[in-house]
């Protein structure tokens, strides 16, 4: 059995309404269509996966290696390239379409992307630290971290310690999120719940 999946772009978020008029907020994703560029097999390279293109780029800005590695597949160029793992009985042969057609409603995936990036944050906003009391005598250590840790015992910080920096522009994927409509004629996949990333980022759907 092929193993459902699918790059597509996130859109925002809406809500949607059962038939029983209770509504929850759902993420709007442009999925596809895309390509099965190349189909790698344990004979061939060790694994079984197939890579698959999402987006249309310029042959002016393709190199004349990737121009080469589309054509194998007869395919235009593509923006974006990603290999994920299937099953060795998978269908998916070079040169198919992947489309949204392929899941149904009620269908549990995951969704992986990158999350907003924050730029440089304090250790209460980037791990939820409450600080330090306000009352009682306290000057100016409200929101500060406390001890690391770096005195005479153990005279070091720990790798690992929660700390001050830079905070989101992480790969995040988040699991069990169901999809409860499917616009086949635009390509959209309404999911139920949040997923990871700005408007117009990039988002990998799999099928659990």
């Not at 989101?168 to 997923?195: A, Q």
């Amino acid at each position: 059995m092929s193993k459902k999946i699918i790059i597509g772009k996130k859109v925002g978020m809406t809500r949607v309404f059962t038939e029983s008029g209770v509504d929850f907020p759902v993420t709007v994703i442009e999925a596809g269509p895309c390509s099965v560029v190349q189909k790698k097999t344990v004979e061939t390279d060790g694994y079984d996966a197939v890579q698959i293109g999402f987006g249309n780029k310029k042959e002016s800005k393709t190199s004349k290696a990737q121009l080469g590695h589309f054509a194998n597949a007869k395919l235009t160029s593509q923006q974006y390239l990603k290999e994920f793992r299937v099953c060795g009985d998978s269908k998916l042969n070079m040169g198919d379409q992947i489309t949204v057609e392929q899941f149904d409603a009620g269908d549990i995936v995951n969704v992986t992307g990158v999350s907003k990036g924050k730029g440089f944050a304090g250790h209460m906003k980037r791990h939820g630290f409450h600080g330090g009391s306000a009352s009682h005598g306290k000057n100016s250590v409200m929101r500060k971290a406390g001890s690391i840790g770096s005195s005479a015992t153990p005279s070091k910080v720990w790798k690992g310690t929660r700390m001050a920096g830079r905070m989101g522009n992480d790969r995040v994927t988040v699991e069990n999120l169901e999809i409860v409509r499917i616009d086949t004629g635009r390509n959209l996949l309404f999911v139920n719940g949040s997923v990871p990333g700005a408007i117009n980022g990039l988002v990998y759907v799999v099928k659990k």
